[in-house]
């Protein structure tokens, strides 16, 4: 408005640069975002008003527990984190979709509607989002225009388009994608939600019903699509997924804690964690086995061995069954029971399953005489009485022994018949005699069981009891696991699918995969797809250059990796003093943004953590994310899935001789860093890293 001076003059206003059509466009997001923030907040105070007056409301206990949890998981979902951005891409439809033409919708983590129901924010995985990830200038998608948000501390600060409608595409060289890969990272993991690559969310959204195997080196988001893949699967699917459950399966607790944060933060609270260890810990590990008895133990002939020694146990009936029943006795011959068994074992149950089978029939056979001599039929509580009668139960234990997991891995390793029954055909006499030598306790009860036992105890109670199953199984790592745990896995996912996510590259462990076909038919998908992840998003070319000289000593069949990151630095130094060098070049890594990872061989990380406190330089362990340190000194046997902005590895020769894939750990070592690399040295490196890279 003009001004008006003391005279009663009008004055125009002071020269102000009128705004620029960009910056009105930007104050115009920046509005959509606070009003969509606004809405958020009112969703959630709505949602928790209803949590506060929910069990009022409802008409029994059950109903009302019901009700609180789902209200109290809304509450949760509707969280707000002024960090993130609420949105982050925008959709523009073109004047000929048939359905959206002319609208445009903003894409970010969640639903937000405002007080009329109309959509402020679509959900990344509602099916209209789904062109902000794959349409491109070739395949418009009915998209006009597809703009992306930059953000600085939870404000939008920018934003970038792309006239599909005019051919234009940034693809990969979009300053924002950029800017989100090269960021400094510290703590825990993020989501990917505003950067999804097309390949990666071809993978994101196949079919609940698809079991995908994902090859891809090292950084090329395997993680991420792991978990944007259970986000998007629980929202596709949310009712019958909340029934069955989501698992994901990693490789150890520091690496579950590193990515625990990034479901919640897509509104996804209720998924369960485990390693492959947590979810075959039917008994306490209290013993180590000898590497080539562990070996033995996690081979799948095992499964053969279990099932054939369980099988032995179901023997052919030798007395007929007398039960007294008041002035009544009750006879039934051998001929019968036979039958009875033999028709029970042929219908493959679990083995608990079906000694309850035949208990079932012998009762039975037990009613129809009882019925046949007095003329009316027998009630519940005879037929209850009957099941328990000591005859009936002497016959089965005889015939059909009870049996427990821990009972029968007893047997096996513990009693030589068993074992030489079970086994013949199956293990060489090399290799009975290895599992001979277990030391076992006289009982189940009095064993001290390893991990590898674990293992063989879990495969026995899938022998024995059905296993209850998950909808979906995201595994990771999945390179490292071995045959009869993919078996432990498949028992879990009978039922459901599986996401596979590993590099053959990457394997460590003695049985690691080498072969993802045969990975996947002991996990019960030998027709799941296998889908090889090429473009790195985390390790910069040249450090990719430089442990990819490891590839071929591997012994693997991958495709290497290409970097997105031209950035970075790589520095391979020998030094005389590690400990002096180490706390140096971190001194040196803390003077830039982000986190610091020392990757040392297991046994030198105290003597490293010593070294770093000695100078004044506090650190964390792998595990605790959540930690202020901003160095973290790691085992190499622990860093597989985690990843550091600057990282320092200690020592290459150490970790490579520290066990017998060596040369695979280190790959794995050399493979964390985001921004840059420091290896430090002594002994000479190992062999493929000491030659001179090939022209
Ligand atoms: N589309 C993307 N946009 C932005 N960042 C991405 C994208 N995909 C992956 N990243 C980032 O790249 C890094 C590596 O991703 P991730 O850990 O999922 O890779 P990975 O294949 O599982 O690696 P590894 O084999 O080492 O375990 C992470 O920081 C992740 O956030």
């Given at each position: 408005?003009?001004?008006?001076d003391e005279?009663?003059?009008?004055?125009?206003?002071?020269a102000?640069?009128?705004p620029?059509?960009?910056?009105?466009?930007?104050?115009?997001?920046?509005?959509h975002?606070?009003t969509?923030?606004?809405?958020?907040r009112r969703?959630?105070e709505?949602?928790?008003?209803?949590?506060?007056?929910?069990?009022?409301?409802?008409?029994?206990?059950?109903?009302?527990?019901?009700?609180?949890?789902?209200?109290?998981?809304?509450?949760?979902e509707l969280?707000?984190?002024?960090?993130?951005?609420?949105?982050?891409?925008?959709?523009?439809?073109?004047?000929?979709?048939?359905?959206?033409?002319?609208?445009?919708y903003?894409v970010?983590?969640?639903?937000?509607?405002?007080?009329?129901?109309?959509?402020?924010?679509?959900?990344?995985?509602?099916?209209?989002?789904?062109a902000?990830?794959?349409?491109?200038a070739?395949?418009?998608?009915?998209?006009?225009?597809?703009?992306?948000?930059?953000?600085?501390?939870?404000?939008?600060?920018?934003?970038?388009?792309?006239?599909?409608d005019?051919?234009?595409?940034?693809?990969?060289?979009?300053?924002?994608?950029?800017a989100?890969?090269e960021?400094?990272?510290?703590?825990?993991?993020?989501?990917?939600?505003?950067?999804?690559?097309p390949?990666?969310?071809?993978l994101?959204?196949?079919?609940?019903?698809?079991?995908?195997?994902?090859q891809?080196?090292?950084?090329?988001?395997?993680?991420?699509?792991?978990?944007?893949?259970?986000a998007?699967?629980l929202?596709?699917h949310?009712?019958?997924?909340?029934?069955?459950?989501v698992?994901?399966?990693?490789?150890n607790?520091?690496?579950?804690?590193?990515?625990?944060?990034?479901?919640?933060?897509?509104?996804?609270?209720?998924?369960?964690?485990?390693?492959?260890?947590?979810l075959?810990?039917?008994?306490p590990?209290?013993?180590?086995d000898?590497p080539?008895?562990?070996a033995?133990?996690?081979?799948?002939?095992?499964?053969?061995?279990?099932?054939r020694?369980?099988?032995?146990l179901?023997?052919?009936?030798?007395?007929?069954?007398?039960v007294?029943?008041g002035?009544?006795?009750?006879?039934?011959?051998l001929?019968p029971?036979?039958?009875?068994?033999?028709?029970?074992?042929?219908?493959?149950?679990?083995?608990?399953?079906?000694?309850?089978r035949?208990?079932?029939?012998?009762?039975?056979l037990l009613?129809?005489?009882?019925e046949?001599r007095?003329?009316?039929s027998?009630?519940?509580?005879?037929?209850?009485?009957?099941?328990?009668?000591r005859?009936?139960?002497?016959?089965?234990?005889?015939?059909?022994?009870?049996?427990?997991?821990?009972?029968?891995?007893?047997?096996?390793?513990?009693d030589?018949d068993?074992?030489a029954?079970?086994?013949?055909g199956l293990?060489?006499?090399?290799?009975?005699?290895?599992l001979?030598?277990?030391?076992?306790?006289r009982?189940?009860?009095?064993?001290?069981?390893?991990?590898?036992d674990?293992?063989?105890?879990?495969e026995?109670?899938g022998?024995?009891?059905?296993?209850?199953?998950?909808?979906?199984?995201?595994?990771?790592?999945?390179?490292?696991?071995?045959?009869?745990?993919?078996?432990?896995?498949?028992?879990?996912?009978?039922?459901?699918?599986?996401?596979?996510?590993?590099?053959?590259?990457?394997?460590?462990?003695?049985?690691?995969?080498?072969?993802?076909r045969e990975?996947?038919a002991?996990?019960?998908?030998?027709?799941?797809?296998v889908?090889?992840?090429?473009v790195?998003?985390?390790?910069?070319?040249?450090?990719?250059?430089?442990?990819?000289?490891?590839?071929?000593?591997?012994?693997?069949?991958?495709?290497?990796?290409?970097?997105?990151?031209h950035?970075?630095?790589?520095?391979?130094?020998?030094?005389?003093?590690?400990?002096a060098?180490?706390?140096?070049?971190?001194?040196a890594?803390?003077?830039?943004d982000?986190?610091?990872?020392?990757?040392?061989?297991?046994?030198?990380?105290d003597?490293?953590?010593?070294?770093?406190?000695?100078?004044g330089v506090p650190?964390?362990?792998?595990?605790?994310?959540?930690?202020?340190?901003?160095?973290?000194v790691?085992?190499?046997?622990?860093?597989?899935?985690?990843?550091?902005?600057?990282?320092?590895?200690v020592?290459?020769?150490?970790?490579?001789?520290?066990?017998?894939r060596?040369?695979?750990?280190?790959y794995?070592?050399?493979?964390?860093?985001?921004?840059?690399?420091?290896?430090?040295?002594?002994?000479?490196?190992?062999?493929?890293?000491?030659e001179?890279?090939?022209?």
């Open positions: 408005m003009p001004a008006t005279r009663g003059r009008t004055h125009p206003e002071p102000q640069p009128a620029t059509r960009l910056e009105t466009e930007l104050s115009t997001e920046q509005a975002l606070e969509s923030r606004l809405a958020l969703m959630r709505r949602a928790q008003s209803l949590f506060a007056t929910g069990d009022k409301v409802a008409g029994d206990a059950y109903t009302a527990e019901q009700l609180g949890r789902h209200l109290a998981r809304r509450v949760a969280a707000d984190d002024p960090a993130t951005a609420l949105f982050f891409g925008r959709l523009d439809f073109g004047p000929t979709d048939p359905e959206h033409a002319g609208r445009g903003h970010g983590r969640r639903h937000v509607t405002d007080e009329r129901g109309e959509p402020l924010v679509l959900d990344w995985r509602a099916p209209v989002s789904r902000f990830y794959r349409a491109s070739r395949d418009p998608q009915g998209i006009a225009v597809r703009r992306r948000f930059g953000f600085s501390a939870g404000a939008l600060t920018s934003f970038e388009d792309e006239h599909l005019r051919g234009e595409e940034l693809g990969t060289a979009s300053r924002i994608l950029t989100e890969i960021r400094p990272r510290v703590g825990p993991m993020r989501d990917i939600v505003a950067t999804i690559q390949e990666q969310d071809e994101v959204r196949a079919d609940l019903a698809d079991s995908i195997c994902v891809g080196a090292p950084g090329t988001g395997k993680t991420a699509v792991g978990l944007h893949r259970a998007y699967l929202y596709l949310r009712e019958r997924l909340r029934r069955a459950g698992l994901i399966v990693g490789p607790r520091a690496f579950l804690s590193y990515i625990a944060a990034v479901l919640p933060a897509l509104g996804e609270v209720e998924v369960a964690q485990a390693t492959v260890e947590d075959v810990a039917r008994v590990v209290r013993a180590v000898d080539a008895v562990a033995l133990k996690h081979d799948p002939r095992m499964a053969g061995v279990l099932r020694a369980a099988d032995a179901i023997t052919a009936p030798t007395e007929p069954i007398m007294s029943d002035s009544f006795r009750w006879r039934i011959g001929d029971l036979h039958r009875v068994i033999e028709e029970t074992r042929r219908e493959g149950l679990p083995y608990d399953t079906g000694r309850e035949v208990r079932a029939r012998v009762v039975g009613q129809r005489q009882a046949a007095r003329a009316e027998p009630g519940d509580a005879w037929l209850r009485r009957m099941g328990k009668a005859p009936v139960t002497a016959f089965l234990d005889a015939a059909w022994p009870a049996l427990t997991p821990e009972g029968l891995v007893h047997s096996v390793l513990g030589p068993v074992l029954t079970a086994a013949d293990l060489t006499d090399g290799e009975q005699a290895l001979r030598g277990t030391k076992l306790g009982t189940p009860k009095a064993t001290r069981w390893t991990a590898a674990t293992v063989l105890i879990d026995a109670a022998l024995i009891e059905r296993t209850t199953g998950f909808g979906h199984v995201v595994v990771d790592e999945a390179q490292d696991l071995s045959p009869m745990q993919c078996r432990a896995i498949a028992r879990r996912s009978e039922h459901g699918s599986i996401t596979l996510l590993g590099d053959l590259a990457q394997g460590t462990a003695p049985w690691a995969a080498t072969d993802w990975s996947l002991h996990l019960g998908k030998p027709d799941a797809v889908v090889p992840l090429s790195g998003f985390r390790v910069p070319a040249v450090v990719v250059a430089f442990a990819n000289r490891l590839l071929p000593a591997l012994a693997v069949d991958v495709p290497p990796a290409v970097s997105l990151r950035d970075g630095a790589l520095d391979v130094r020998a030094v005389a003093d590690l400990a060098a180490t706390v140096a070049e971190v001194r890594a803390l003077g830039h982000g986190s610091v990872g020392v990757i040392a061989a297991d046994d030198a990380v003597g490293l953590r010593a070294a770093l406190a000695a100078a650190t964390a362990t792998a595990d605790d994310v959540a930690a202020s340190a901003r160095v973290t790691v085992p190499a046997t622990l860093v597989k899935g985690l990843e550091y902005d600057h990282v320092v590895v020592e290459p020769a150490a970790i490579v001789a520290a066990e017998q060596g040369l695979h750990r280190l794995v070592a050399l493979t964390r860093a985001v921004s840059g690399l420091s290896v430090l040295h002594t002994a000479p490196l190992p062999g493929p890293l000491a001179p890279p090939a022209a």
